[in-house]
């Protein structure tokens, strides 16, 4: 009787001991993590994230580094996204400047040649270099200033270019003259119109290149025909801008 209570009391005691076992192991199964590799990525992960939390929170709260990243961004658009435009406008801009700079001064340029002539010697017939006739003369400046071959004599000079009247008269006109006593009304002398009823011309009378006054020598005033005008108008800046992108599209 005693072996058999001592036998069943043993039993229990294994049956006790065995039911703490498995419930110990039981609960470091449910501590211990099965794959301990994905723990550490979730680990490294959570890691990141909480650094780049820290680093967006202090680029927000400081000023300074805001302010250089607003100056390099935009150096980078000016510098990088629009540098194709600027070139554009670069262009635009040189062409506006050299082609208004070519055609405005075109009549300067004709009066400062033409002026470097005075005092040469009137010769009928003469197209230069020491001498001229009146036709020799505005034929030879126009030539070297605008690189217009006008005719050789000034009656057919009288035919080229646009018909201007004595009050449109502009710096660089062409001005014609019937100078006979019959008074026929066909051209025959030719001379340069420059400014204020100035005018310059190789002269028969006075028998070199010279300027005359219209109000001061009413003579040419009262034998004036008619003007020609051989230099095209100015045209606006608009117009040059418009003309340049019509020809790079």
Known sequence: MNLIKNTLLSVLLLQLLAFSYIKLFHQETKTTPANPHRIERVASKVKKNRTKKTYIATKVTTKKPIKKVIKVSEKKSFTVSKSKD??????????????????????????????????????????????????????????????????????????????????????????????????????????????????????????RVMITNFNKKRFYKNRFLWGRRIIKEHPTVATLIEKKSREES
């Not at 070519?102 to 010769?123: H, P």
């Not at 034929?139 to 035919?159: D, F, L």
């Open 86 to 207: 600027i070139k554009k406008l670069v262009k635009k801009s040189d062409f506006k400047k050299k082609t208004l700079k070519k055609i405005v001064n075109t009549d300067t340029k004709v009066e400062k040649y033409a002026k470097k002539f005075l005092g040469y010697k009137y010769v009928w017939g003469a197209t230069g270099p020491k001498s001229f006739d009146c036709s020799g003369f505005t034929q030879k400046v126009y030539k070297q200033c605008t690189g217009i071959v006008i005719p050789r004599v000034s009656r057919n000079q009288a035919k080229v270019g646009k018909y201007i009247k004595y009050s449109e008269l502009k710096k660089g006109d062409m001005v014609f003259f019937d100078t006979t006593k019959e008074r026929l009304g066909k051209v025959n002398h030719v001379g340069i119109y420059l400014s204020n009823g100035d005018f310059i011309h190789a002269s028969s009378g006075g028998k």
